[in-house]
C-alpha cells in the first residue's frame, strides 16, 4: 500500500473540515444581529430529559478566539492532519504525521512533545499547526512563535521607546497550553541567543508544559562544513529537548521547489 493511500486512511481527525467550515462562517458578519436557535442567546442548550449543556454556539465563539490568540501565521492557517499528504513511498512524513495525530489524540494524557528536524520543505511546520488547530477544536490555549520572529521581539522590548517589555512578550509562551516554536537554532549563534533560548525553554521544561519544535539542523553532521543542533542551541538545551520531546526525522525533496516546478 503507497503512503498517500494510508495517510487517506489514517486521517480521522474527528471534525476537522468541519471545524474549519464554521469558524469562517462565525467570522462572517451582518448587519443584524443573529440569535442562536438552540440556546436563544443564553448559552446554555436545554436537553430534553437530560438537563441543559453549554450551548454549541458558544463553544464556537471560544474556539474561535483562541484560534486568534494563537497567531498562527495566514501561510500556514489552512494547514490540518485531514490535508497534510506525504510524499509518495515516504515512511518517515508517514511516522510523521502518525506521531502528530497520536499527539492529538492522546491529549492531556501525554508527557512528551515533538521535535521535527528536517530540511526545508518536507512538512514540519505544515503538522506542527495541524496539531495546534486540533488542540484549539478541544478548547486548548495554544501559541505559535517562528523563534527569529519571537528574538526580535524581546529585543524591540529594550528600546526606550517601546510600550511594551520582555516580561509581556514571553508572559504569552511561558502561559501557553501548547506551544509551537518554529525554526528553532535558525538565529545566529550569540550568548544572548542561548541564554534567551534557556530561559524559554528551561521554563517550560521546569513547569513541563507541552512544546513542539521544528529544526531545520540535525543531531548528526552530514559533511564538516555542517552545523548539528546542538552547536546552534548547545549542549545543555539539546538535553533538554531529549527529555521533552520526541525527535521525529522528516525526509524528502523541499515540496515548494515541487510545487514551483509544476508551474
Not at 490540518?80 to 512524513?93: D, E, I, T
Not at 528574538?151 to 528600546?159: N, P, V
Not at 541564554?195 to 508544559?209: C, H, L, S, V
Amino acid at each position: 500500500m503507497s503512503a498517500n493511500s494510508n495517510a487517506q486512511r489514517l486521517v480521522v481527525v474527528p471534525d476537522a473540515e468541519e471545524f474549519d467550515s464554521e469558524l469562517r462562517a462565525s467570522s462572517t458578519t451582518t448587519s443584524e444581529t443573529v440569535v442562536c436557535s438552540y440556546c436563544f442567546g443564553t448559552g446554555m442548550e436545554v436537553m430534553t430529559g437530560k438537563g441543559a449543556r453549554r450551548c454549541q454556539c458558544r463553544t464556537r465563539d471560544v474556539q474561535a478566539k483562541l484560534l486568534e490568540a494563537a497567531s498562527i501565521p495566514r501561510r500556514y492557517s489552512e494547514c490540518m492532519l485531514s490535508n497534510y499528504q506525504p510524499a509518495k513511498n515516504n515512511g518517515s512524513q508517514l511516522r510523521g504525521f502518525n506521531y502528530a495525530y497520536r499527539l492529538l489524540r492522546e491529549y492531556p494524557e501525554i508527557d512528551h512533545g515533538l521535535l521535527f528536524m528536517g530540511t526545508v520543505g518536507v512538512g514540519k511546520t505544515h503538522l506542527s499547526v495541524a496539531i495546534l488547530r486540533g488542540l484549539i477544536e478541544k478548547g486548548v490555549s495554544c501559541l505559535f512563535y517562528e523563534f527569529g520572529a519571537l528574538l526580535k521581539e524581546i529585543q524591540g522590548s529594550y528600546d526606550s521607546l517601546s510600550q511594551t517589555s520582555e516580561l509581556k512578550v514571553l508572559a504569552p509562551v511561558f502561559e501557553a497550553e501548547v506551544l509551537v516554536l518554529d525554526e528553532l537554532g535558525a538565529s545566529k549563534t550569540t550568548d544572548w541567543v542561548r541564554d534567551t533560548m534557556m530561559q524559554i525553554i528551561g521554563m517550560r521544561y521546569n513547569e513541563r508544559k507541552l512544546t513542539i519544535f521544528t529544526t531545520n539542523y540535525f543531531d548528526e553532521r552530514h559533511s564538516e562544513r555542517d552545523e548539528a543542533l546542538e552547536d546552534r542551541i548547545g549542549v545543555r538545551l539539546r538535553s533538554r529537548l531529549y527529555e521533552m520531546c520526541r525527535t521525529v526525522v522528516l525526509e524528502g525533496e523541499d515540496f515548494r521547489r515541487t510545487f514551483h516546478d509544476a508551474l
